[in-house]
C-alpha cells in the first residue's frame, strides 16, 4: 500500500524557518519523484518543488526558489522540505505527493502526481 506521511509543519513569524517531512512507504523511493505541494483557503493546490531519483533533477516553483530547498534521505525513505525566509503568503496545507496515479491527479513540472499524504498546516505570521 502507498503512503505518504507529512510532518514538521506549524506556526511560524515571517522570515522564520520549518522543516517538513514526507515518509513513504509502500514504493521503492529511488524509483520515483516526490513532489511537495501546497494548498491555501478559497486556492487551487499547486506545485512547490519536486525531486525525481531516477535522474536527480530538482525543480521549483518561481515563488519558492532561493528560500527552500528539498532533499531526501533513500535509506530513511523520507523526503525534506527546508523552508526558509517563510512569507505570510506561504500559509496552506502543504502535501507530499508520488507520480503513481491512484486519486486526484495534478500536474507539476511535466509530471503527473496522483498519491496524496493527508498534509500538515503551515501558517507564517506577519
Known amino acids: 500500500e502507498v503512503q505518504l506521511v507529512e510532518s514538521g509543519g506549524g506556526l511560524v513569524q515571517a522570515g522564520g524557518s520549518l522543516r517538513l517531512s514526507c515518509a513513504t512507504s509502500?514504493?521503492?523511493?529511488?524509483?520515483?519523484?516526490i513532489g511537495w505541494f501546497r494548498q491555501a483557503p478559497g486556492k487551487e493546490r499547486e506545485g512547490v518543488s519536486y525531486?525525481?531519483?531516477?535522474?536527480?533533477?530538482?525543480y521549483y516553483a518561481d515563488s519558492v526558489k532561493g528560500r527552500f530547498t528539498i532533499s531526501s534521505d533513500i535509506d530513511k525513505n523520507t523526503v525534506y522540505l527546508q523552508m526558509n525566509n517563510l512569507k505570510p503568503e506561504d500559509t496552506a496545507v502543504y502535501y507530499c505527493?508520488?507520480?503513481?496515479?491512484?486519486?486526484?491527479?495534478?500536474?507539476?513540472?511535466?509530471?503527473?502526481?496522483?498519491?496524496w499524504g493527508q498534509g500538515t498546516q503551515v501558517t507564517v505570521s506577519a
Open positions: 509502500g514504493f521503492t523511493l529511488e524509483d520515483y519523484a
Open positions: 525531486i525525481d531519483h531516477t535522474d536527480d533533477t530538482i
Open positions: 505527493a508520488a507520480p503513481i496515479l491512484l486519486g486526484l491527479v495534478v500536474e507539476f513540472g511535466g509530471l503527473d502526481f496522483g498519491s
